[in-house]
């Protein structure tokens, strides 16, 4: 009664300090926080239930995946089912204590959410997409050796933000999902071989078909080199000093195997070509000094460029020979003169 009769006292202008209405506030709170603690123990009830629903289906799409031997995906996609759940979950616990709050509303409420937090972590949700993608299309696998974006190296995980990298000299590379997704990317080690090559040069005044059959007997003797494949020893140009040879073999696609048989193939390349008197020559250079070349030498109708001999077989004399015929030719006029 004390309290009724002192809310109804109100003196205008001026401020009422009423500690009678501040009690019933407070009591009409607590009567309603009390009047719902059993919703809100149903509410962490549920929440909980859910929470244990989520790790237990997370739990089997790992284990479901791990049986492929794709377990990076199997924890991604467990991980979004597993929050999936709870975020149900706890939208159920709130409409449990909130009678007046309908799922239907907290949907809505919630899509218009993820447009704005789309917007604001808009990078990070284009690399977790891209490596889901990644994982489920499978481009390449954990241990694969694959460049992009000038890096080359050993993949070591495809996490939710980035593929994670070993280069061969032993650093670690982040490279963002994204980028993997939307660049060129080569995978060295797709298949179980791969194929190298080398370029190696004979001397023009060698026999080109012997050069080439010693290299195919003496390449697939080394250690590495995939015989069922064979070796193919290609003439591949007529360069200025010797005859370009191009020798390709087929190795283990690995890194390391690639570069243990180079280290190999190379010195057995120049031992059968030694073994078998086959010149691999030096660069050899000729330069033209054009003020000792021919008497026509400035006549664009009649100059050889680099000496080639005449089709007629007639060739124009040097110079200085020229020159001095003539000056042999004015002294005998002057003597007899």
């Known amino acids: 009664m004390y309290f009724q009769a002192n809310q109804t006292q109100d003196t205008p202008g001026e401020v009422d300090f009423n500690p009678g209405i501040i009690m019933e506030k407070l009591d009409n709170w607590l009567d309603g926080f009390i009047s719902l603690l059993p919703n809100i123990g149903v509410a962490i009830v549920v929440i909980i239930i859910f929470?244990?629903?989520?790790?237990?289906?997370?739990?089997l799409i790992y284990k479901s995946a791990k049986k492929r031997d794709r377990q990076n995906l199997g924890s991604m996609l467990g991980g979004l089912v597993k929050y999936s759940i709870i975020i149900f979950g706890v939208m159920l616990g709130i409409t449990t204590i909130i009678p007046s709050?309908?799922?239907?509303?907290?949907?809505?409420?919630?899509?218009v959410s993820s447009v704005a937090i789309g917007f604001a972590f808009k990078d990070i949700l284009q690399n977790w997409l891209a490596g889901l993608l990644i994982l489920i299309r499978q481009p390449f696998e954990i241990d694969d050796q694959i460049e992009v974006n000038g890096f080359v190296g050993s993949v070591e995980s495809i996490e939710t933000r980035a593929t994670i990298i070993k280069t061969y000299?032993?650093?670690r590379i982040v490279i963002p999902n994204n980028e993997i997704y939307s660049n060129a990317v080569k995978v060295n080690t797709a298949y179980e071989s791969i194929r190298s090559q080398?370029?190696?040069?004979?001397?023009?005044?060698?026999?080109?078909?012997?050069?080439?059959?010693?290299?195919?007997?003496?390449?697939?003797?080394?250690?590495?080199v995939d015989k069922e494949k064979g070796v193919d020893v290609l003439p591949w140009g007529l360069d200025a000093s010797w005859v370009t040879l191009r020798v390709r073999w087929w190795t283990d696609s690995s890194r390391a195997e690639v570069v243990s048989t180079m280290t190999k193939v190379?010195?057995?390349?120049?031992?059968?070509?030694?073994?078998?008197?086959?010149?691999?020559?030096?660069?050899?250079?000729?330069?033209?000094?054009?003020d000792q070349t021919e008497e026509t030498d400035g006549d664009r109708d009649k100059q050889r460029e680099?000496?080639?001999?005449?089709?007629?077989?007639?060739?124009?004399k040097p110079r200085n020979n020229s020159r001095r015929s003539e000056l042999v030719s004015e002294s005998a006029t002057t003597n007899d003169e």
Do not use: C, Q
């Not at 929470?51 to 739990?59: A, D, N």
């Not at 190379?266 to 050899?284: N, Q, S, V």
């Open 51 to 59: 929470y244990f629903i989520g790790r237990f289906v997370k739990s």
């Open 266 to 290: 190379i010195p057995g390349i120049k031992r059968a070509l030694d073994d078998a008197k086959i010149d691999m020559p030096y660069e050899t250079k000729v330069h033209l000094f054009h």
């Open 101 to 111: 709050v309908k799922p239907g509303d907290l949907f809505a409420s919630l899509g």
């Open 306 to 316: 680099g000496w080639p001999s005449n089709k007629n077989g007639k060739n124009p």
């Open 169 to 171: 000299s032993g650093e």
């Open 198 to 224: 080398y370029d190696v040069g004979v001397g023009y005044g060698d026999n080109l078909d012997e050069a080439i059959e010693v290299l195919k007997e003496a390449i697939p003797k080394i250690e590495g």
